[in-house]
């Protein structure tokens, strides 16, 4: 049976879909980053292993996400995709009447418009992190509430506080303001959760023509606190699709099916296989002193030898010396 | 008299191109290094904060040529255009306050041009005579012209080439050879055979590529510094790319098809007339009716390059948005904060966007 894998490693989690040659999903696994990319592709290969029987060959394998190109030097990807591209497939595949993405990840949030099964545009917020998971994350630790029970704190709540959303720096001593004067504590969690849709509405999708069917992916689409706020704002329902974590991973996979078979690009697939995981990856930086642009080149390597290379302004380190 | 500029594309070579011309003794032009990283931290350094990257970029490059000892700067002044018209002011103040003591000669860039450009060489040529100026100055923009000339053919080539960057480095070694011309013999040969060369690299002999239309601010659109060479990433995406901004095109009808009466926007102007029918300061109005011209044209995508905080871009972004002229766009703001690899998922994304539009037109479906 033949297997196409798709991993999605984002700055929080790192996310492996397999499908089979219906795209049905047959494996997947939902990790967490850590700040150690290298180490969660390996261990999510690990995992993905030992959901499948061995009869299953990888016919072709896809990265997406933040980062997606140390993943693909790692698995030895045969499509390396951009996030925006794999989410819109994935819905687009799972719901055909879909017209809006919404998709709330750890660290970035995109929305994506979709006419006629086409995507006809698209805003993505790479560098704030006040409409994000992350925010939620740090908001909930320090309420001392598990990420996992904010949503059912913000569903009970009545009178939601009213915080600033802008940034998160005003958004936390809004908070603690809130709290200092007594706020019961579901209100202030739910307040998060709007000033979070708030800022989300104002930033990244800004001007856009937002029509139903809404479909909401990404880890945050777990917080049910996060679709009250939706649905408050919006007349039709805010859609979750099953797997909506994995729909980055799922987008990469179907890609990659489509590359290796529609296309009928008989190439073998690149996959190092599953025993990469066993190989030492190094991942280093320095700072290029060819001119004065002093770029930082980053560099990754296997058993010694150097794979890829990013980071430049110009080619110079593009190219990986041949071995 | 030592005078500097700041870099803005490939404005320096037709610089040293006129003032070797007329003799000028070494270290009487000086031309500041490539702008760089460096260059960007300086001028964002002594910019205030909210000022768009043309001024930090101009402001970094004018500290560098004082850093070699330039003691008269140039810079642009005009009325009615923008921030720019306040660029000179605010850079000389700051210079001073650095212990600079530069003189300040400023180009009109609103009105009367020809006369103004004219009387800034004179000025700084210790009135050498006219009859030596003009030839001067012919020859020195004509480099320039020679080097759009061959832009053109690489902007479509990079998009089909089998190994990516080699047009770009055949560009880069056309400009210098280029700016190394002494006649004008020279440089039309050079022209010629550079052309040939890179028509001559090895193409993908079925690529149909998308093409995209380039519009905006005239800085951020012609200097690669400021717009994260966009052009190559695009072009390494497969993407050709067009651009009717270049500073061959402004020089031919700033300086002299303008005073007979020929509007080069003309047309541009009048396919924005339905969404807006005046200027609106800077390159806004301009960026509107592009968008325009290239949907009829059958593009496949517009990016629209602005600097952070420039109003008649953001005007003009607004509007844009709201024409019946059916093209995506991409709008990419440039300033100090913006990095490259969000710039680059971004432009993927964009890529994938026009692709699978095109191909659901001509075929029926995504793939």
């Keep these: ?323 | 008299m030592r005078v500097g500029f700041p870099h803005f594309g490939n404005v320096y070579i037709p610089v040293k191109a006129m003032t070797r011309r007329l003799g000028a003794a070494d270290g009487e032009v000086i031309i500041p290094p490539p702008i760089t990283q460096r260059t960007l931290d300086l001028g964002v350094k002594y910019s205030p904060q909210e000022a768009c990257l043309p001024y930090k970029l101009t402001l970094g490059s004018l500290i560098e040529a004082c850093e070699l000892g330039a003691d008269t700067l140039i810079q642009a002044r005009g009325t009615g255009i923008c921030r720019l018209g306040y660029y000179a002011k605010g850079q000389e103040q700051m210079l001073q306050d650095l212990g600079y003591n530069a003189h300040f000669l400023t180009l009109d860039v609103s009105h009367n041009k020809f006369i103004s450009i004219m009387r800034l060489i004179r000025d700084m040529s210790n009135n050498i005579p006219w009859r030596e100026i003009i030839p001067a100055f012919f020859f020195g923009i004509g480099k320039l012209f020679a080097l759009d000339k061959i832009e053109k053919v690489v902007q479509k080539v990079r998009a089909v080439e089998v190994e990516k960057g080699t047009a770009s480095r055949i560009y880069r070694e056309a400009i210098n050879a280029v700016d190394e011309a002494t006649e004008s013999k020279e440089v039309k040969e050079i022209t010629k055979e550079y052309i040939h060369k890179v028509i001559q690299v090895p193409k993908d002999p079925v690529a149909d590529p998308l093409k995209v239309g380039i519009v905006g601010e005239i800085y951020v659109v012609i200097e690669p510094f400021a717009n994260m060479d966009i052009e190559v990433e695009l072009g390494k995406l497969g993407i050709e790319v067009e651009r009717t901004m270049t500073l061959s095109r402004w020089i031919k009808y700033s300086l002299f098809l303008n005073y007979l009466g020929v509007d080069e926007w003309r047309e541009v102007h009048k396919l924005a007339g339905p969404y807006i029918d005046h200027d609106i300061g800077g390159d806004g109005w301009e960026s509107v009716g592009e968008k325009v011209l290239y949907a009829h044209e059958g593009f496949d995508g517009v990016i629209h390059l602005a600097p952070f905080t420039c109003m008649p871009e953001i005007v003009a972004e607004n509007i844009m948005t709201s024409t019946k002229e059916d093209i995506p766009v991409l709008a990419v703001t440039c300033d100090e904060q913006q990095s490259k690899q969000g710039m680059l998922t971004h432009l993927e994304a964009f890529v994938d966007l026009i692709g699978f539009r095109r191909r659901k037109r001509e075929h029926g479906r995504r793939v």
């Design chain 1, 1 to 323: 049976m033949k297997g196409y894998l798709g991993v999605d490693v984002g700055s929080v989690t790192t996310k492996l879909a397999l499908l089979d040659e219906n795209e049905q999903l047959i494996a997947s696994i939902y990790l967490r980053t850590q700040g150690n990319p290298v180490n969660m592709v390996k261990q999510g290969l690990r995992e993905i292993q030992k959901q499948i029987s061995p009869e299953v060959e990888i016919s072709g394998v896809a990265t997406t996400g933040s980062g997606r190109y140390l993943a693909g030097v790692l698995v030895g990807a045969d499509l390396v995709k951009n996030e925006i591209t794999t989410h819109a497939v994935a819905a687009m595949q799972h719901i055909s009447d879909v017209q809006t993405i919404f998709e709330i990840g750890g660290q970035d949030s995109k929305i994506i418009i979709i006419r006629d099964g086409v995507v006809i545009d698209f805003g993505m917020n790479s560098v704030c992190a006040a409409g994000t998971g992350s925010f939620l994350e740090h908001q909930a630790e320090r309420l001392n509430v598990k990420i996992e029970d904010f949503g059912g704190h913000a569903l009970r709540s009545e009178n939601p506080a009213r915080i600033a959303g802008r940034c998160t720096v005003f958004a936390e001593s809004d908070m603690i303001h809130k709290q200092q004067l007594g706020y019961p504590l579901d209100d202030i969690i739910y307040g998060l959760c709007q000033s979070l849709i708030r800022n989300y509405l104002n930033n990244v999708a800004l001007g856009k023509q937002i029509q139903p069917r809404l479909v909401f992916q990404g880890g945050v689409a777990f917080n049910k606190g996060i679709i009250r706020a939706f649905n408050e704002v919006f007349d039709s329902e805010v859609y979750v699709p099953p797997h909506n974590e994995l729909m980055g991973a799922i987008g990469a996979a179907i890609l990659v099916h489509e590359e290796m078979e529609i296309k009928q690009n008989h190439h073998k697939s690149n996959f190092k296989g599953f025993g990469v995981s066993d190989v030492e990856f190094k991942t280093s930086s320095f700072i290029c002193k060819a001119c004065p642009n002093l770029c930082e080149i980053s560099q990754i390597s296997g058993n010694g030898k150097v794979l890829a290379r990013w980071g430049g302004r110009c080619d110079m380190w593009e190219r990986v010396p041949e071995s």
